[in-house]
């Protein structure tokens, strides 16, 4: 079957629903149709009188599809496919129909047939595929998932604090003390994340959704950098057009979260975005995203001048994924992530208000693993950005604006070894290159530890 077939079918099919999409409703004005009435019921006798003709029961579908009778449509499709099981095209229009019609295994079995069959056309798997991820979606209407990690952290640079002991103060060179200079330290940490989604069951695919993440590290050394960390999104995900675009979606939600260091509280953040998923050829998904945060910093004995951070982060960007390749039997995905993000703090401290472009990549990489009844993954990861802020300092320096450039690469290892029990390793390190040395930062950090997946 030629792809030049599959792709003028699969454009009359989306022309079909389409229309189906914007009729009126049964008792509103009806416009003029491609189909009469008359036009209906003249099919419908040619395919009593020869069943076996594929163009005239095809186009009886077509019609009956454009009056959503979808049992009529579908009993003249069940008839092609009865008299010539190979087509795949006709099988897809089944599927359409019987999802329209709710009854979504009959709907997965024929797409599961199409997606079977030979020479399939890029746009028509990706629509297939947004059809079968929103069946599985209905058929889940409680999901609940849940992932914990534990382990250990190793950083050559615990303390954040700069390369050399020479920085700048008020403009001038000064000789920092070397307990604040850069400083390794181990810690033991604990990571949790929930995921929890109420499927409405209205036939759409719309759904809510509410994450909840959780994070605490226990330092062995800088008892005040120890750090507490919990954050909630909730918000609906609602399909924009379930019958022509599938898998389509836009997620508004709202965000909170509370975080302490030192053991005492340090931010507090409320905001909310808004996000819209759009799936692509060939399986991949673009995701693009605004979101904006009100940051409340506190002042405490350890970090007397925290407030000063207190304001709004904007961000706005896209998140891009999908298959790359299969290699010797490992599956190759890419992850793309490119991000503008304002920080706008009060006037008085407009020091620390900045500009900031971040772009990061993955290649997530599954294979099977020597042991563990799920496929292992190894994700290695780079990334860059670039911050610019608005004013100079004047403790630091009064005549120069900082400008930072970040580097960082890593990689993470996820090693089942049971169901729901694995071990994870992380190796991530990064470079910040400064205009003012104060802020020339190199860390590598290494985590590993056991998780838990229900």
Known sequence: MGAGIWKRWALALGGAVLAWAAMPERGAAQPTETATDADYETLFAAVLRNPANLDISFQFAEAATRRRDYEAAIGSLERIVFYNPNLPRVKLELGVLYFLLGSNEMARS?????LAAPDVPFEVQARVQGFLAEIDRRANPQQFSIYVQLGYRYQTNANAGPQSQLVRAFGQDAVLGRQFVNRPDWNAFALGAVRYVHDFENQRGDVWETYLTGYVARQFTFSTLHIGLVEMQTGPRLAISPEYLPGWTVRPYGLVNGVTLGDQRYLATAGGGVSVTAPL????????????????FENSSDYPIASQQTGRLWAAGAFLQGPLATVLGADIRYQL????????????????SYDQVAIDVGFPIDFEGPWGSRRWSFVPTAGYGHYTYDTPNGVVDPFRTRQDNE???GGIVDMPVYEFAGIAVQLQYSKIQSNIRNYDTRNLSVAFGPTLRF
């Open 110 to 114: 024929y797409f599961e047939q199409v």
């Open 281 to 296: 050829l060939n399986g991949a998904t673009l995701e693009p995203f605004v979101e904006g945060r009100n940051r409340r």
């Open 337 to 352: 992530r490119a991000a503008y993000i304002r920080n706008d703090v009060r006037i008085r401290y407009d020091f620390n």
């Open 407 to 409: 580097w960082r690469a």
